[in-house]
């Protein structure tokens, strides 16, 4: 059969997985009466609910006697490990730009790495349908990001369509029938080059691992692409590193291909086809699964070092053990050591003590992805705030600093830029503004980032878009200012009650409302100063037999203020913690003891 092996490549939330959805409907991938979710290919509940693509998925369908392997790939950095890779196994991509947005920077961060393996894309403009879409205007900024990233004459002189993912059509004119997507479909037929490993069918079996994957009954998963020869469910193969050590030797215990949404079990794969092979237990990502008589592995793209890290400890405080049934060190390790196993951009290492343990990623969302997962499994755990990781270059101290791209309404600029440049030791790229919004790119200290983004939509009056990207490494950039306010801080346990928060509530902003539980050492709300402050949310008002003039009024309190678990992990100090368990999200003091937290910052100062 002809075959097509493409990746559909975006911004964050610019229709790639909306898109993938119409392509397996009308290529018959579903029944006529077949109950699909939207999104079909988000199939993770965090997925679904923040309307992200976290893990890069794969399909597959049908279009005329030609099977079109389709790979959709997350827009966010963090998640970037996953793009660089699934890209070396694809002979063409799809580039999806919002036709209103334009390119964006994570366009820019999939795009390079698309074009420096040689790719030549097909650009679709979405959502052309859109009231404030300027097509043409997307199509030219479009073309000079392919001429700032370097591409040569094949790739800019791309082609090029208009649609719209959610109706379902694709067009080469603007003034096109708007009825389907076959001119998309006959596009990739004809601009996408069928696989060149179809031709070394008939040599050693060679295959790249790409994404890792685990099955409760099949155990380790690994998907990629078959460069050359054939593979069969029994044969014995092995696996080597990426300088061609021997990992393993192994029997396949079953070899699957992706058809429509599925993952159906197939007799052989053939060279150019994309599968996936059980039967490993050592083997992962950026390995060569070969067969015996293959020595010398696939070259590989290296994995990208973590750039921040998390300590996870277990949950000590007074309420641990009431909402989650999975509280001892010994499980959240090996929940730990279950996620690094089939996510390759996360560390994980144990600390002295063996009641806590580093967890080094991409990024902050990534952690906060992890920690959400972990806590409606059911676990109890006491989160640090994330520090940023550093290396020694020629005796240097080097840390990382990423691309930030930011569009905000031209009043608000100067407060962006005022706070990226000043505090957050941030330099400026570029600054250009156009109708009313002015672009900023800056770079910055990943350390200056974290806890940021909650600033920033205040500052814009929630209406900037905030977009950042892996740069580089460059000197240690000296001491950046945390929180500048100080935390009220519970000294009684019990029940919070609602006469005593009114009280406080000239004292700053509150984290808990009335009947909730507390306990000493638990942070309840923000100073309205710089210096911590110990409170009493216990305290009810005094009785007297006296019948007074005025009746008591209800006591009304200013809702409270309800951090995120993203904002909780940003905002807290480095003597503090968050608590996560299922049902609840505390802040609190490392040490929950006032006279224990006097000694420590005595020790530390």
Sequence with gaps: MDLRNIAIIAHVDHGKTTLVDELLKQSGAFRENQAVAERAMDSNALERERGITILAKATSVEWHGTRINIVDTPGHADFGGEVERILSMVDGVVLLVDAAEGPMPQTKFVTSKALALGLRPIVVLNKVDKPDAEPDRALDEVFDLFAGLDADEDQLDFPHLYASGRSGWADAELTGPRKDLDALFRLIVNHVPRPKQQARADEDFRMLATTLAADPFLGRLLTGRIESGRVRTGQTVQALSRVGQKIEQFRVAKVQAFRGLGLDEIDEGVA???????????????????????????????????????????????????????????????????????????????????????????????????????????????????????????????????????????????????????????????????????????????????????????????????????????????????????????????????????????????????????????????????????????????????????????????????????????????????????KAIRLRKRFLDPHERKRQARAAG
């Design 272 to 582: 150019g086809d994309i599968v996936t092979l059980a039967g490993m237990q050592k083997a992962t990502v950026a390995d060569t699964i070969c067969a015996l008589a293959v020595d010398d592995p696939l070259p590989a793209q290296p994995i990208d070092p973590p750039t921040i890290s998390v300590t996870f400890g277990i949950n000590d405080s007074p309420l641990a053990g009431r909402d989650g049934k999975k509280v001892q060190s010994r499980v959240i390790r090996e929940r730990l050591m279950r996620e690094a196993e089939t996510n390759v951009a996360i560390r994980v290492t144990d600390t002295p003590g063996g009641e806590a343990f580093d967890v080094a990623g991409r990024g902050e969302l990534q952690m906060g992805v992890l920690i959400e997962n972990m806590r409606r499994e059911g676990f109890e755990l006491s989160i640090s705030r994330p520090r940023v990781l550093t290396r020694e270059e020629d005796g240097r101290r080097m840390e990382p600093v990423e691309e930030v791209t930011i569009d905000v309404d031209d009043e608000h600029a100067g407060a962006v830029i005022e706070k990226l440049t000043g505090p957050r030791k941030g330099e400026m790229a570029e600054m250009r503004q156009q109708g009313g919004k002015t672009r900023i790119v800056a770079h910055v200290p990943s350390r200056g980032l974290i806890g940021y983004h909650g600033e920033f939509l205040t500052d814009t009056r929630g209406t900037g878009v905030l977009n950042r990207v892996f740069h580089g490494w460059v000197p240690w950039k000296g001491a950046i200012p945390g929180r500048r306010a100080g935390v009220l801080i519970s000294m009684e346990n019990g029940q919070s009650v609602a006469y005593a928060l009114w009280n406080l509530e000239g004292r700053g902003k509150l984290f808990i409302g009335a009947q909730e539980d507390v306990y000493e050492g638990m942070i309840i709300g923000e100073h309205s100063r710089e210096n911590d402050l110990e409170v009493n949310p216990l305290k009810g008002k005094k009785l007297t037999n006296v019948r007074a003039a005025g009746k008591d009024d209800a006591v009304t309190l200013t809702p409270p203020v309800r951090l995120s678990l993203e904002e909780a992990i940003a905002y807290i100090d480095d003597d503090e913690l968050v608590e996560v368990t299922p």
